[in-house]
């Protein structure tokens, strides 16, 4: 199975389809890229992931993944050398906890807070920030979630290194203060500058200019301020 | 690992804890079961889980463990004898997780929107998207059970649990807006599914009495009705 072709359906700029980017260039796997226009989908993604409609879809033989956590999973499962996962049960326990905490706790406020205006914006990224706090004690102390090398909470959380100072920029708000959050500020730092990470970024000037529309566009349309009732003032 | 102390901290209303009753017992681990009071959390909850303060929790070799997807995967890495609670083929293990993480935060998500509803029409489109929903994961149920009686196959399993817990509170959503969510005629796989799933030896004794659980949802929801009236204005 594991020799069968791989193919991946990304957007340039999506923080997901990097997960499995990265984790298919950590175990050195082979693998066709096809650039997916998410304005404009494709009758290849919507036939691949009807529920969803999004990337990153993986693409294995005739094997059809989606989600990119289940996809990273996927891959660590199917191709075990280099392992994301620990090895033992509570430390893979903890490395899913964390990852579903980046995901619900910061990245989602993060995002709020990048499409969001005045009040709004402060609230998401004041809670964005009580997150980076948990975030910080987990990482204290260790050079990588993963250890000495990089891991699943590595990969998880990866777009806080990247994706993440881009929206602080866009959005004209910090929730990074490296004096408050020097662990991860350290992680980050490591990370980008693991070649594997490193190498596979989108372009920055690019990234800027995409977010600025992106949350011009979120913020004036009708369904927006249903999801900052939801999030914000539940 | 066979003979430590475990003890879970969970609620008996908790279709999140009922999750890790069931797994555990799947895989006959004797276990303690605290009953947490949510209005009145104990120390040993707030210390095992500071970032949420929620159950469940699973402790082991005194350490928590939170969430319970991981909880459910802990259990089956930790306790690695048959029966197995996920497949072992890295794809259908894959397609169990994509599944699991629908029904928690799309379809699921759906069934509490219906409770937070207000007026007749938005009750009405809240319904029907937990009914689609539903259609949704009858169609996952046929590609994953290839006939068999469960999403795993012959024995109970994941996502079996994953969605198996939430049916206590389907039936109270059935009975406090007199529909039927779950329609015969329409899922009739998963129908069948429901009942077998009930029955199953790891989920009969711990399944709380479903007219039970709409005792105390009506009771919950009556307060919360007269906590909102008796609140003062947010303006």
């Known amino acids: 199975m594991a020799e069968q072709k791989v193919k991946l359906l990304g957007f340039w700029v999506s923080p997901f389809a990097y997960r499995v980017i990265w ?4 175990k050195g796997i082979d693998y066709e890229y096809i650039e997916e226009d998410i304005f404009n989908k494709s ?3 919507l036939q691949l992931n009807p529920i969803h409609k999004k990337v990153p879809v993986l693409i294995h033989g005739d094997r059809v993944i ?12 199917t191709w075990p050398h280099c392992p994301l996962l620990p090895q033992d049960p509570y430390e893979r326990a903890m490395a899913r906890f964390w990852a579903d905490f980046a995901e619900t706790k910061l990245l989602n406020t993060a995002w709020l807070g990048l499409c969001a205006r005045g009040a709004e914006r402060e609230k998401a990224a004041k809670l964005a920030m009580e997150a980076v706090e948990k975030i910080e004690e987990v990482v204290k102390g260790k050079k990588l979630f993963g250890g000495e090398s990089i891991g699943y909470l590595d990969i998880c959380l990866g777009w806080i290194s990247y994706w993440l100072p881009v929206w602080e920029e866009v959005g004209s708000m910090q929730i990074i203060d490296p004096i408050k959050f020097p662990a991860t500020s350290s992680w980050m730092n490591t990370l980008l500058h693991h070649p594997v990470i490193g190498d596979n970024l989108p372009g920055r000037d690019a990234m800027i200019e995409y977010f600025q529309k992106r949350s011009k566009d ?5 369904w927006f301020k249903d999801i900052i009732r939801l999030h914000l003032h539940p | 690992m066979a003979g430590s102390e475990v003890k879970v901290l969970g609620t008996w209303a908790s279709p999140f804890a009922l999750r890790i009753h069931i797994a555990l017992g799947i895989k006959s681990v004797t276990y303690e079961w605290v009953e947490e009071n949510l209005e009145a959390k104990s120390q040993l909850l707030l210390e095992s889980n500071p970032i949420n303060k929620q159950v469940p929790v699973l402790i082991h070799h005194h350490k928590p463990i939170c969430e319970s997807l991981a909880i459910l995967q802990y259990i089956d890495e930790a306790w690695p004898s048959a029966p197995s609670i996920l497949p072992s083929d890295p794809y259908h293990r ?3 997780r994509f599944w699991a ?3 928690d935060h799309k379809w699921f998500t759906w069934l509490k929107g219906v409770a937070s509803a207000e007026g007749a029409e938005a009750k009405k489109a809240a319904l029907d998207q937990v009914r689609e929903g539903l259609v949704v994961v009858e169609e996952a149920f046929g590609k994953c059970s290839k006939g068999k009686d469960f999403f795993s196959g012959d024995r109970i399993g994941y996502l079996d649990i994953v969605l198996g817990c939430f049916l206590g509170w389907l ?5 406090r807006n007199d529909v039927k969510l779950l329609d015969e005629e329409k899922m009739p796989g998963l129908a069948a599914w429901a009942i077998k799933f009930c029955l199953d030896g790891a989920v009969k004794d711990v399944m709380p009495d479903k007219d039970e659980l709409l005792d105390y949802a009506n009771m919950v929801f009556q307060a919360m009705a007269k906590a909102k009236l008796n609140a003062p204005p947010n303006n």
């Open chain 2, 94 to 96: 894959a397609v169990a």
């Open chain 1, 218 to 222: 979120i913020y004036e349309s009708d």
């Open chain 2, 171 to 175: 039936y109270v959503a059935e009975k």
């Open chain 1, 23 to 26: 984790a298919l260039k950590l």
């Open chain 1, 66 to 77: 989606s989600e990119s956590y289940v996809i990273v999973q996927y891959i660590d499962e």
């Open chain 1, 43 to 45: 009758p290849l993604l």
């Open chain 2, 101 to 103: 993480a629908y029904i």
